[in-house]
């Protein structure tokens, strides 16, 4: 009996690590998660698989093809069922076919940087450890006046940050459209630091847009890429002049709880896994460089915001919960808070379209965000 209840024991033991391990892995882990839905043309229109993803309101992209290398911007909703979802193609680099396909569904509205400037650069940002990030470069009509840097999140690419630099493009501001190490298509990681390390990359690009006569520099940051520039800041409070959070990650430890309670563990699986990622042991089992430090990648504690920053976000976000935006704003009341309408996770542009155009527009030109109409709440903090 003691050794049918050891032998038990021992078989829980192994799957509770090995649930915390993947679970650990995942949240670190730089490779894209785009899943595949199987679709078809149906008329002028494209037939989805409904979920709370598809049905979502606003315009979409659509990759397909043999590498997932076409195009389609997917507009509203024609019709839904509890089974499928009708919406109309509004334009596309190549033929959709009437036969089921494979294609991912995004929030990419743009299939690339060419749509918003056919002149736009490729360029390499140095690093300081002697390699270098590729970035895009979108000229302003002055060199010499501000540039925006444009942050993705984790395990996205450059292509997320395209419906910021339309914003900034409108303006005449010069754009340049990073990336990091682990982030998408930035220099290759074993896995993320979650904006412990990544912090210097960005810094890198600060300095190399001031020496190209950047006279100001705001950062737009998206998601994981807010960390970023609030670690950034941490160490530097004068590292850029203006900020701009879009869906934040500004507390670790709160959306690894999240994640826990979402997939229905229990919660003492959000202790075991932050112990791990933040032990020398664990971390080098998952491979992260060097233990993870969830005190400092708490962003609502211990750093000051000196610049002038506004934070969109929608209270539908079920990876980043809005509430863990609202204590961040509670710890610092300078910041502007603009809460678009439901949308799933870093789709506030997509969802709320006018909406973050008016704000963002508003911030990049040094002026207050234009608040919407009744229907919809915002908060701002002067």
């Known amino acids: 009996m003691i050794g049918t209840l050891a032998a038990a024991f021992v078989v829980l033991l192994a799957a509770t690590t090995g649930v915390i391990w993947l679970l650990a892995r995942r949240i670190v882990g ?20 409904q979920s709370g993803l598809t049905v979502v309101g606003g315009s979409y992209g659509l990759w397909f093809g043999e590498r997932f290398e076409h195009h389609a911007l997917i507009g509203p909703v024609v019709s839904s069922d509890e089974h499928r979802v009708i919406r109309r193609v509004l334009r596309s680099t190549a033929p959709l076919s009437t036969q089921p396909f494979e294609a991912q569904w995004t929030g990419h509205i743009m299939s690339g940087p060419a749509e918003i400037d056919p002149d736009w650069d490729d360029v390499a940002v140095p690093l300081r ?5 590729p970035a895009w470069l979108f000229r302003g ?13 984790i395990r996205t690419s450059r292509l997320v940050t395209l419906r910021s630099v339309e914003v900034a493009q409108s303006l005449g ?24 390390r990544e912090w210097s990359d960005l ?9 190209r006569g950047a006279g100001a520099v705001y950062v ?10 609030l670690e950034l800041l941490r160490r530097d409070p004068r590292a850029f002049d203006r900020l701009a959070l879009i869906a934040p990650a500004t507390h670790w430890r709160g959306i690894i709880r999240h994640g826990v309670k979402k997939a229905s563990l229990p919660g003492f699986v959000a202790s075991l896994v932050t112990w791990m990622l933040g032990s020398r042991i664990g971390s080098e089992l998952i491979g992260v460089p060097s233990p993870l430090n969830f005190h400092r990648l708490d962003w609502t504690k211990n750093v000051a915001l000196p610049t002038s920053t506004i934070l969109i976000h929608s209270g539908g976000d079920d990876e980043i919960p809005f509430e863990l935006t609202s204590r961040f704003v509670d710890a610092h009341p300078e910041i502007i ?3 678009t309408i439901a949308s799933p996770h870093g789709w506030e542009a997509n969802v709320d379209p006018e909406l973050f155009r008016r704000a963002l527009t ?18 701002p903090r002067l």
């Open 30 to 49: 730089v490779e894209p998660r785009r899943k595949t839905v199987t679709v078809r043309r149906v008329g002028d229109d494209i037939e989805l698989p």
């Open 129 to 133: 450890d002697g390699a270098s990030a």
């Open 141 to 153: 009509t002055d060199l010499g006046g501000p540039w925006v840097i444009h942050v993705q999140g």
């Open 173 to 196: 501001l010069t754009s340049l459209v990073i990336t990091y190490r682990g982030a998408g298509d930035g220099p290759t990681a074993s896995a993320s630091m979650l904006g412990q």
């Open 203 to 211: 810094a890198d690009a600060i300095a190399y847009a001031r020496s």
């Open 220 to 229: 737009v940051a998206w998601s994981m890429g807010a960390g970023l520039a």
């Open 337 to 339: 808070l603009v809460q």
């Open 362 to 379: 508003s911030w990049l030109a040094a002026g207050e965000p234009i608040m919407g109409g009744p229907d919809k709440e915002h908060r």
